[in-house]
């Protein structure tokens, strides 16, 4: 089977399979919101919770991917590898950096791309949803879904992903501090309260 080169991006679905979270307050958002950080720190549920909450479209990058690939993340590093799949990725998130202004959820390397950041910094803004290693593996370690874990020591891995990846999602413009205590709602609502402090983003109507 040939390798798919390019991607069609289809046209993104209004608070696709977000939870049912009603708008507290009037407020337009001028940029699209980039979730970054690690597998496991919430970027996806908590993303599509706070599409809901400001009214605006959610979309997750390696959704997408796997929509126009009709194959899994998982899969697509199985038999493409990642470098291919990482430039995929870079399409892809330029496409929907491109469209309607919402909240972009990202897979956990994509921020690591110098060109992803730069992306992410002229069209949009990047939220950090940093989340401590104890939780993200308490998150991660029955699901057998991420490619980078199938290895002979899978915390170690994480361990190993996280003290790398921590220094550059730190680079992002804003971060919000995940707690094993916060529901979704609640953290979704973090993210919002720092949003707010930047009406270049989130600006409120009068």
Known sequence: MNKI?????????FGRGAPKVTATTQSKLKKTVVLVGMMGAGKTAVGKALAASLGVPFLDSDAEIESAAAMSIAEIFARDGEAFFRARETQVIDRLLDGES???STGGGAFLSEQNRKLISDKGVSVWLKADLPLLWNRVKYKNTR?????????ETLQNL??????????ADIS???RPEYSIETM?????????????VLEAKP
């Open 188 to 200: 979704a609502s973090k993210v919002r309260d720092a949003l707010a402090s930047r009406p270049d």
């Open 162 to 171: 996280y003290e790398t990846r921590a220094p550059i999602y730190a680079m």
């Open 176 to 178: 919000v501090q995940a």
């Open 147 to 155: 490619p980078l874990l199938r290895t002979d020591n899978p915390y």
């Open 5 to 13: 080169t390019s991607f069609s991006i289809k046209t993104p679905c």
């Open 102 to 104: 919402g909240i972009l």
